[in-house]
């Protein structure tokens, strides 16, 4: 009886890529709201440009969710719509 020798080759980039796709999927469907924080942090802008582009602008505002002098919110799948909306306006 002869032992099999089997050799594989793993593209390490390719496996990151495809773990980094599905944690952006599985957070996208867990993802209800998020701050400026957590905006800055995704969008990869500083929050002061998220601030002058996008959270000044009205369709933004519409969204915005906070308590008498509060921290803001962000309903997620409707922000991230708007801030393309805005985006393609540039």
Known sequence: MTIAKINVDVDQAEIKNQINEKIALTLNEVLFTWDIDQMSKRT?????????EFLSDPRMKLLERRKEKGKRYWFYEESKQVMKQIMDEW
């Open 44 to 52: 990869c802008m500083s929050k002061s440009f998220l601030e002058n």
